[in-house]
């Protein structure tokens, strides 16, 4: 009992504040920042290198939706033009805004006023992880400790999809899992909300062209909030929701 | 080396000569594997004599019109798995294996049932409760006993092995590290050995130490993280919280050593994409000696409360005779008293020069699968503080492409689950033609179903924890 107190006494308080004072340290790669005025003539490279695709050029534009931060192209650019900077805010609500082009992006805006007014100060979220390689989901147990402390929001992951009022969706959904995850979806009451958490339940990530998965969440259902990352960084993560429950200032 | 310096035997003699290096020369199989040759199938097996650091390989050839053979695991009880994914996968027929269906495609077939008026079954998954990853449990109880857990995987299949030989090298490099996404180190580490072998080339002394550094910071957070989730299942919630938050500082220094969390982007065949500062190191030594410090306690307090040990001990038990048996690998083989650690038996890298003393315990509990965590992360803090002090300077990244033609690269690396193997095959281009992974879990999975025998249906969370197996890494 002694032991136990004396423990609890040297931890100390340790939840981090949201938003976090100051960004996080480098090397950590959050969203980049492009400048096509940099580029060479007819230079392709940083597309050619790209692992998943997400890059096109001409002018320069990234999908965060495929972009795993793997920084090969930032290794082949010899004009600077791709930086990743610390800033770890990635969440859209449509896919279309993950195309980044030069240094802006728009984030996520709240949910329409109906499932705002149900969802806003208390949301339970299903997570199903249907392919991937369990880096979300790790992120997303992450977000329970005592330095994120997901609870102190009123948002809390339950066990049972009918207890539920939205999934959150991992991996790229494989053609094993997909009938697990419609199932999963259906028994979710409605009005319900889906996110999909990282790249590959974006667009199918490193996993997407194989014959074994369906290339994202969308295959299964409609997507109501797109996180990026791979995986996202729990601050991504954090950030992603409570944008969607309208409780974050904007930019 | 080269494909044609592999020893090539007849059928019979090959057979005998894996079972044989296994039970008269206290061999094991790494791995088992096949490539189609049109009208022929070569198959390839490896076994490693784990006291003399050896590695064995030899091929076979089956014959296409006529792809059977009578099967190893009658006898080799350790092939099971594997005689099951040749099936699957390229339908080679074992004849006379006890449990013949597939292990990832997807038609599950019967499951094993116990017959009795007493006999219940318990189907669980493949979404569980909790945030964590599908596969599928059939329990076969009496009462509250359990008699059998079959367990089904194939959820998380993704077709990696088949999506390698297509892929570019910086998409092969993106998959290796999503094989298992909290083993992104290890496999990368071993993708990049397996691609540095066939092209022949070595890496600078730095960047071979800032890998271990890596490799060793996945272990502690992985080991701490899962102390945590035992203390949450025992309902000792104080240790839950501090070791919870605990993995977080390792994956933090994970973060600024890599970029990422979880060590992505980091290992690539020819070294490492970053150093480290000089501030940086003295940096990590002051926090990984607080680390330490914060460790020990919670870790004493942990391992000293009788209502933990009392539900640890005796609970989940593997003898080592089983675990020979079974073939198992990594800290649960070690915690049965099997002394294997590819870090001691076939070491690469910096732990050629130096590397953490092995762990071994003798009962095979839940409580040694636990204990042995906290002492695999005291032997790494001291290991990496000793060694962050002794770093050279060095660029840490030269190319490394141009790969040897025809030939078969093996590649292994002691992860926190225990030994990954990848197995590269070229062809008389110099591309690959044939990318093989095995995660320590396609060992490990019937250690847990065989942990439960005889036990409880409530002790399902302590065992599963304390092997906390991948999925992915299975699936692939």
Known sequence: MWDILKNRWRQGYRTQTFPPRGSLPPPFRGRPAMDSRKCADDCRRCAEVCPTDAISTDPLRIDLGRCLFCQECVRVCSGGAIAFSQDYRLATRCEKDLVLEGDKMRLAQALEKKRLRLFKCSLKLRVVCAGGCNGCDLELQALNNVVFDLSRFGIQFVASPRHADGLIITGPVTVNMKLALAKTYEAVPDPKIVIAVGACAISGGPFEGSDKVLNGAHSVAPVDLFIAGCPPHPLTILDGLLRLLGRMKEG | ?476
């Open chain 2, 1 to 476: 080396m080269a494909l044609h310096e592999i020893p090539e035997i007849d059928f019979i003699s090959w057979r005998r000569w894996i079972i044989e290096s296994c039970q008269l020369a206290k061999g094991r199989v790494i791995s088992l594997l096949a490539e189609d040759h049109g009208d022929r199938m070569r198959l390839y097996g490896l076994l490693g004599i784990d006291d003399r650091g050896e590695l064995r390989l030899a091929g076979t050839d089956l014959m296409k019109n006529d792809l059977r053979y009578p099967s190893l695991t009658p006898d080799l009880p350790e092939a099971h798995w594997f005689e099951r994914e040749l099936y699957e996968q390229h339908n080679i027929l074992p004849e006379g294996h006890p449990w013949l269906k597939p292990i990832r495609r997807g038609d599950y077939a019967p499951f094993y049932r116990v017959e009795g008026e007493e006999i219940h079954e318990v189907a669980v998954g493949p979404v569980h409760a909790g945030i964590i990853e599908p596969g599928h449990f059939r329990f076969q109880c009496h009462g509250e006993k359990v008699f059998h857990l079959e367990i089904q995987l194939g959820y998380q299949h993704r077709g990696i092995e088949t999506m390698f030989p297509k892929a570019n090298p910086s998409r092969q490099a993106v998959l290796a590290e999503s094989i298992a996404g909290d083993t992104v180190v290890g496999h990368a580490l071993c993708y990049a050995h397996a691609m540095e072998g066939l092209a022949d080339k070595s890496v600078s002394v730095r960047a071979k130490e800032l890998r271990v550094v890596a490799l060793e910071l996945e272990r502690m957070a992985n080991h701490v993280g899962d102390l945590g989730m035992l203390s949450s299942d025992v309902g000792f919630l104080p240790a839950s919280a501090y070791f919870g938050r605990l993995r977080g500082e390792f994956l933090n220094l994970l973060m600024e050593l890599t970029g990422n969390r979880y060590g992505r982007s980091f290992i690539r065949p020819g070294g490492t994409l970053l150093d480290l500062s000089k501030e940086k190191i003295l940096d990590f030594w002051k926090r990984l000696e607080k680390s330490e410090q914060e460790f020990r306690d919670v870790s004493d307090l942990f391992f000293s409360e009788t209502s933990v040990l009392a539900r640890f001990e005796q609970t989940g038990v593997i003898s080592a005779e089983l675990a020979r048996t079974l073939g198992l690998v990594g800290f649960p083989a070690r915690a049965s008293g099997i002394g294997h650690d590819v870090r001691s038996d076939y070491p690469i890298g910096a732990y050629r020069v130096h590397k953490p003393p092995m762990v071994r315990l003798t009962t095979g509990d839940v409580y040694a699968r636990a204990r042995i965590r906290s002492l695999e992360v005291k032997r790494s803090l001291e290991f990496l503080k000793e060694g962050l002090k002794a770093l050279t300077v060095e660029k840490t990244f030269l190319p490394c492409d141009r790969f040897k033609f025809s030939s078969l690269v093996v590649s292994l690396v002691e992860g926190w689950r225990g030994e990954i193997v990848h197995i590269a095959i070229t062809d008389s281009s110099g591309k690959i033609r044939l990318f093989k992974i095995i995660d320590p879990s396609f060992h490990n999975w019937q250690g847990l179903q065989m942990a439960m025998r005889d036990g409880q249906i409530s002790d399902f969370p302590l065992c599963n924890k304390s092997f906390n197996l991948s999925y992915a890494g299975h699936d692939l």
